[in-house]
């Protein structure tokens, strides 16, 4: 089994897309391989073709499915579990979503409140006044965040039923 080059560029885009996401580079080459393979692979291929250690794979396989951005299938006579890429926008943006930003968003209004609470305990310094400064720019933030999430949501779940723009 081999790679050819548009196969190896392909990968190497997700795993810069991965980089900017903050996920580890595993997670790009991975689902890149399968984006790129009509037919699913199994673990050990993955690891094969990437070069990748078998801690890295199983990792990133899990991580994957977790996200949504890819699923097991399993064929008749076939012990192995093989993996298939999720290629519809709407979904592999709705998993990242509600993998990792909504948590994130969750988090973030028990941290405003601990901030909010630390403030309270202060006396009326620069630094408290600073704080409730900050800290109404961080609510403003997260208040934004939490009305523009639902939206993206709703874009991109549309455009997947968009037709394609003609480029000539």
């Known amino acids: 089994m081999h790679l050819d080059q548009w196969e190896v560029a392909a990968i190497d885009l ?29 673990m050990d291929e993955v690891m094969e073709l990437l070069n990748i250690s078998k801690g890295s794979a199983s990792q990133g396989l899990r991580a994957l499915r ?24 709407r979904k592999l943006v709705g998993g990242f979503l509600r993998e990792q930003a909504d948590p994130h968003l969750d988090k973030g209004v ?17 630094s408290c006044k600073r704080g409730n400064r900050r800290h109404e720019i961080l609510s403003g933030w997260h208040r934004q965040m939490s009305r523009l999430l639902p939206w993206v949501k709703m874009i991109v779940g549309k455009s997947d039923r968009l037709p394609a723009k003609n480029k000539n």
């Open 66 to 89: 977790q996200l949504g951005a890819i699923s097991s299938v399993f064929a008749p006579g076939d012990r192995k579990e093989r993996f298939v890429a999720e290629i519809r926008l």
């Open 14 to 42: 997700f795993l810069n897309a991965a980089n900017s996401f903050g996920l580890p580079k595993s997670y790009g080459q991975i689902y890149g391989l399968l984006f790129c393979r009509d037919l699913p692979l199994a």
């Open 110 to 126: 028990a941290r405003l409140k601990q901030i909010e609470t630390l403030l309270v305990d202060l006396d009326d310094s620069d």
